[in-house]
């Protein structure tokens, strides 16, 4: 939403790379911002999530295996 106050985004999309090595990119950024994250198996693909003490900012990465490669949906608190 694009109200005043909402810091919630969401978004899906699909990377051409295997769940295990979008799992890592979100990881190394996720570290590097300043969040406690981690992953672990979610059904037949991956969830990697986080969140920031600092500012209490939070997000979770749902990755699912398909024919191109890895389907995202990705929801943070914080929207960039």
């Known amino acids: 939403s694009d109200h005043a106050g909402c810091s919630l985004r969401a978004v ?14 979100y990881l190394g ?3 590097k911002a300043g969040y406690r994250a981690d992953n672990m198996a979610e059904g037949q693909g991956m969830m990697v ?12 990465a749902i990755l699912q295996p398909n024919d191109a490669g890895t389907a995202i949906d990705l929801v943070s608190n914080r929207g960039r």
Request: a positive charge.
């Open 12 to 25: 899906s999309y699909t990377a051409s790379q295997k769940p295990g090595t979008v799992a890592g990119y």
């Open 29 to 31: 950024l996720a570290k």
């Open 49 to 60: 999530s986080g969140w920031r003490p600092s500012d209490g900012a939070a997000f979770y």
